[in-house]
């Protein structure tokens, strides 16, 4: 009997499928080699059976995906939960777009939630509110420490499969951990199953929050220089400017140089973050300035 479930972990040829009858270490069937068809992380996969004691089987069909990442290696993600602190680290603002831009070329929606805020300052929650507030992505402030704030980070995980992305130190797994307590205790089954637990940080793993929601513990996004841009795409990732864009003078507006801009105009009268927009100038400089091989 054919059974349906979400692969949430890959290593080493061996698939771990959730299922409603629990985690089941799969391969895949040859015919996948043959078509060049590799499974991923949040396929959602049909499996057959082997052995119902030990949990064993193998993948027989691959769902339709919704889309294919390509770093991390995963599918039908639905979302990005992109994590900064508020302080201790202080947020790095260019680093947050380039999270961000790299989240609006892969097709994802994104969740800003600033951490630690119980170790911060009134005015420095302000000043990111102020900052962020008007660019168009939901923006939470939590703490992971404390189990504060995760209550609204489950509302919008609900029924999505979300990628959790960010620099280090900034509490990732301090959230995932209060989100999902058990976490520990899978990737402890997972580990104890293969006997590779030493390898297992390195790779991309879902962890199910319930029945139909996921997230997902990721090494990171690698591709943050956006070595693959164009500098005439850059406007398109920031949310915030397009109601503005139909004020620009001129079609194909770089927001920078020219004037009569409608995205300057709304900067001087405060309706768009000014970090933001330098974070934007400085990113459309360095692109002007990459050299082409």
Partial sequence: MAVQGKIIKGIAGFYYVYTPMGLVECKAKGIFRKEKQKPLVGDNVEIEVTDHKLLTGNIIRIGARKNALI???????????VIFAVTKPAPNFNLLDRFLITMERQ???????FNKKDLAEDSGIEALEQAYGGSGY????????RGQGMEEIRKYLKGKTTVVAGPSGVGKSTIINALFPEANMETGEI???????????????????DE??????????????LEEMEKEELGGCYPEFAPYEKNCRFGGCSHVSEPEC???DALVRGEISRVRYENYKALYEELKGRRKY
């Fill in 262 to 264: 409608g995205v300057k």
């Fill in 191 to 209: 580990s104890e199953k293969i006997d590779r637990g030493k390898h297992t940080t390195r790779h991309a793993q879902l962890f199910a929050l």
């Fill in 212 to 225: 139909d929601t996921f997230i997902m513990d990721t090494p990171g996004f690698t591709s943050l220089n």
């Fill in 138 to 145: 939901p923006l939470l402030f939590v703490s992971g420490a």
């Fill in 71 to 81: 770093r991390p290696a995963s599918a039908n993600i639905d979302q990005a939960l």
């Fill in 107 to 113: 097709g994802l929606e994104a969740v800003i939630c």
